[in-house]
């Protein structure tokens, strides 16, 4: 059976990107698909329902250190078909975020800092104009994010925390829009609490911005903040407010082996799920209602006895995808571990890696997403 012009159209929408450069290569019709506007939207609408496919994995490291970065695809997925050359070029810069499609990226460099947006998939680009107190300081790592404005593929900006406001627990924000071309900055800070925040991992939710507070004993049991917490920034008006940790993962959140974080879950990153990493054992629980602040535990687990190849692992690194798996790497290997239906504590070997220290994980799908106004080809 021929398929005419619209079938192929609509066929080919729902494909990665990946898919569609295959057959570029031999159909005519094909070729000419990625770059059309209309073509390349609609399948970047279709591809932001979907799951991520990859993740970049990076040693975790200050930003300005030099480091290979990696691409992986989950189990059962196919790879990225993000080509060799363009990790080579990645690799001379450090990626700080991403979004179905695009990835954030800041340049290696002591002295000087470029930003920029980058689809990998179709070798485009976009600079962003560097915040002034980012060339101020170069040398500090910088704590932005990529974010969805709006259901509208075209429509995404750039969120950055600045440094506190002397001293206190205030930090200035600021977003970048590709359409407006500037930075802005909020007129509200970010009121953080009297703890250190891990801010080197944002959840976006409920039209907020959620970061998890460190752990360490160094507060009274007289301070309000002495036990971990999450603290969330509306990106609308400003308002800061704090989310509690299950009474659970609080418990023993001292030790010196505790280790918290947070990331999306749900369809439309519509809750939030929480890690801990305690005395080699893995706790996850799901935000269940947000405004209650009601948590479910999902699982519990003790690392020597979840399939890993190593007799004794070291945990280097976690991060969770999809709602689906636990992404977690050992000081040889990165592996998933399911969360959900009948994957559920099936653990499956993703590869081997060479960093033998502390990794993070950037999810990442290949999509024809584009960068924005002004993007060119990538040098590779």
């Not at 994995?57 to 790879?79: A, H, R």
Request: hydrophobic share 35%.
């Amino acid at each position: 059976m021929t398929l005419c012009p619209k079938d192929l159209f609509d066929v080919f929408s729902y494909l990665p990107a990946k898919a569609i450069y295959k057959f570029k290569c031999v159909n005519k019709s094909v070729s000419r698909l990625p770059a059309e506007t209309y073509f390349a939207r609609k399948q970047t609408e279709n591809s932001m329902r979907m799951d991520d496919t990859c993740f970049f994995l990076q040693q975790d490291t200050s930003q300005w250190y030099n480091v290979q970065v990696q691409l992986y695809p989950l189990p059962e997925k196919e790879s990225s078909g993000v080509s060799k050359d363009v990790l080579r070029l990645l690799s001379h810069s450090r990626v700080l975020s991403s979004t179905k499609g695009l990835i954030l990226c800041r340049t290696i460099d002591m002295m000087t800092v470029k930003l920029f947006i980058c689809n990998p998939a179709t070798k485009s680009w976009l600079s962003i104009p560097t915040p002034e107190k980012v060339e101020e300081k170069p040398y500090n790592d910088l704590t932005m994010a990529l974010l969805e404005s709006s259901d509208d593929c075209d429509d995404y900006m750039v969120f950055y925390i600045e440094g506190p406001i002397d001293w206190s627990s205030n930090y200035l924000c600021k977003f970048y829009k590709p359409k407006e071309g500037v930075w802005k900055t909020k007129e509200t800070a970010f009121f953080a609490g009297a703890r250190n925040m891990k801010l080197n991992m944002p959840v976006h939710c409920n039209g907020a911005i959620h970061f998890i507070s460190d752990c360490s004993p160094y507060l009274t049991k007289e301070n309000c903040f002495f036990r971990p917490y999450i603290m969330s920034y509306n990106l609308e008006n400003g308002t800061s407010t704090m989310l509690r940790v299950p009474k659970e993962a609080r418990r023993g959140s001292h030790d010196l082996s505790c280790d918290m974080s947070i990331f999306s879950w749900g369809k439309n990153q519509s809750s939030i799920c929480l890690v801990r990493l305690r005395k080699s054992v893995f706790t996850i629980w799901i935000l269940k209602d947000y405004h209650s602040n009601r948590w479910l535990r999902i699982l519990k687990v003790r690392t020597k006895v979840m399939g890993l190849r190593e007799e004794d692992p070291k945990i280097t690194g976690f991060t969770v995808m999809n709602s689906d798996f636990l992404i977690l790497a050992t000081m040889v290997r990165a592996y998933s571990y399911g969360l959900t239906q009948e994957n559920y504590m099936k653990v499956q070997e993703i590869c081997q890696h060479e960093y033998e220290s502390k990794v993070c994980f950037t999810s990442y799908s290949d999509t024809l997403r584009p960068c924005g106004l002004g993007a060119t080809g990538m040098p590779c």
